[in-house]
């Protein structure tokens, strides 16, 4: 067995999907299986084709009701389902949010007004998402309401992407959405797939290391997207009840046996912020998760075991 990988841009992110295989020409076959299955979904999930389902829910806001496939129908309802739980703090709805306020360019000097804020985010609110499982329909009830995917859809192709190919019979991969990724099977060498944690102020410097075959990882950080504001830094990760950037925590990283739970809870996680963060995590079988704050210092949930080499 042995190691192939290839990396390109799906859903907006740089993928990369490695496969095991005996040959180059077979797993050439599997990633480009894995590769038109993130498609498939992107063409469902995207915001940037008016012919999606996505923006076809959208566009029939506070107007009727649109009939979509199951599997749309049942990722909107998992979604809903991932919002009761996290009491708001991850919410589909978030699309209604202005883009032109929230640029997050370093040109960027101060925040909006608290009131600025909050009339943003009214209509952010899963509540108003109405489902109709009889008829398959799912209805925005105020005009205006958006959803929007961002904070589940790549988790949802790569945990797709991955069943499709264990079904075809791949005993061994990653799919890996831009930091957030699946892993199954045993590296070639016949060691656990293994990732490293990173320093979020040197993303370059591993601290410590995580076996996650047969796991899901997914990281939300505020050192890849973030501004200055006097003096203190503010996350590009916006808390859907208030409109305002999330601040305190520098990174929090969840590990889950699904790649779809574990992209959703990141950026909750982090809008909760660390007791209540930790507190739900340790309720809920088989997710954990790491926690760094401003001052680096570190969080972990009940049964993580991370290695220093």
């Not at 209509?123 to 009889?134: K, M, P, Q, S, V």
């Not at 959703?264 to 998760?289: E, F």
């Amino acid at each position: 067995m042995l190691e192939f990988s290839q990396t390109l841009r799906l859903m907006g992110n740089s993928f990369t999907i490695t496969v095991a295989s005996d040959s180059k020409a077979a797993a050439a076959i599997h990633i480009d299986t894995a590769i038109e299955e993130i498609r498939r979904i992107e063409r469902l999930l995207t915001t940037f084709d008016e012919s999606s389902q996505t923006c076809l829910i959208n566009s029939n806001a506070g107007i009727a009701p649109v009939k979509v496939d199951a599997e749309v129908f049942d990722l909107v309802q998992r979604s809903l389902s991932i919002s009761q739980i996290t009491q708001g703090a991850f919410d589909i709805s978030y699309g209604s949010i202005d883009k032109t306020l929230w640029n997050f360019d370093r040109s960027m000097t101060r925040l909006p007004s608290r009131e600025q804020a909050l009339k943003m985010v009214h209509l952010i609110d899963y509540r108003n998402i109405i489902l109709d499982a009889e008829n398959g329909t799912v209805f925005l009830k105020n005009e205006g309401m958006r959803i929007g995917f961002g904070g589940i859809g790549k988790g949802y192709a790569a945990e797709m992407a991955k069943r499709l190919l264990m079904s075809k019979g791949v005993l061994s991969g990653i799919i890996n959405a831009s930091g957030d990724l699946t892993a199954w099977g045993q590296q070639p060498s016949g060691k656990p797939w293994r990732i490293g944690i990173s320093n979020p102020d040197r993303p370059e410097d591993i601290f410590s290391y995580l076996d996650i075959s047969g796991k899901a990882v997914a990281t939300s950080g505020n050192y890849e997207k973030y501004v200055m504001i006097g003096g203190k830094k503010y996350s590009h990760t916006i808390d859907p009840k208030t409109g305002l950037p999330v601040s305190g925590i520098k990174s929090v990283t969840v590990i889950s046996g699904n790649a779809e739970f574990a992209d959703a809870m990141a950026t909750p996680i982090a809008v909760m912020g660390i007791k209540a963060g930790l507190y739900l995590v340790d309720q809920i079988p088989d997710l954990h998760c790491i926690i760094i704050d401003d001052n680096n210092k570190l969080y972990t949930s009940k049964n993580i075991n991370l290695t220093s080499t």
